[in-house]
């Protein structure tokens, strides 16, 4: 999710988009998530890749699998408005919209939101998919349709915040 910063707020740079030269606390605490989030991000990968998935998605109920799917696809618009911020802030120094994710910080490479992206799905599948189904027989369903309409929000917001997704060839 996105937000556009008010032109009265601080910016982190002093010249130029240089982060690294402000030492305010604020900036400090970005440029570390930022620093770390490959570090971060590579444990949680190996982490998860490590748990074992019990099943497979043809196992899921049609319901949960549509699901599912769709939550994918909001993902990837997600993914996809992130990046038209993110070409915003490259290609324009007064782009008024920051990445609101705190783990990301207000200004994350593409590289960064794929590979959070990543880690949060497969992470998601593996919670989902070691459920208890016998115990908790609704419990996949009511939890993607909850995460579905958080990123249907989030999309929305993006949407109202001027973000667009386009597929290129």
């Known amino acids: 999710m996105v937000s556009v910063e ?3 707020s601080s910016s ?6 240089d982060r690294r030269t402000n030492t305010s606390p604020r900036c ?3 440029n570390y998530m930022g620093s770390s989030m490959t570090k971060l991000i590579t444990i949680l990968l190996a982490l998860l890749f490590s748990t074992p998935s019990y099943s497979k998605l043809d196992d899921w109920s049609k319901r949960d699998q549509a ?6 696809a909001l993902n990837t618009i997600d993914t996809m408005q992130t990046w038209d911020m993110l070409d915003c802030q490259r290609d324009n120094p007064k782009c008024p919209l920051r990445e609101k994710n705190v783990i990301l910080g207000p200004r994350p490479n593409k590289t960064d939101v794929l590979m959070l992206k990543v880690v949060t ?6 919670i989902l998919d ?7 027989p609704k419990s996949r369903t009511i939890t993607l349709t909850l995460v579905n309409a958080m990123y249907i929000n989030t999309v929305h917001n993006n949407f109202e915040a001027g973000l667009r997704f386009r597929f290129m060839f």
């Open 67 to 72: 699901l599912f799917k769709s939550f994918i």
């Open 130 to 136: 070691n459920l208890d189904a016998e115990k908790y």
């Open 28 to 30: 400090s605490v970005s």
């Open 12 to 17: 982190c740079s002093n010249s130029k988009n």
């Open 6 to 8: 008010d032109s009265c």
């Open 121 to 126: 799905t497969y992470g998601i599948y593996n």
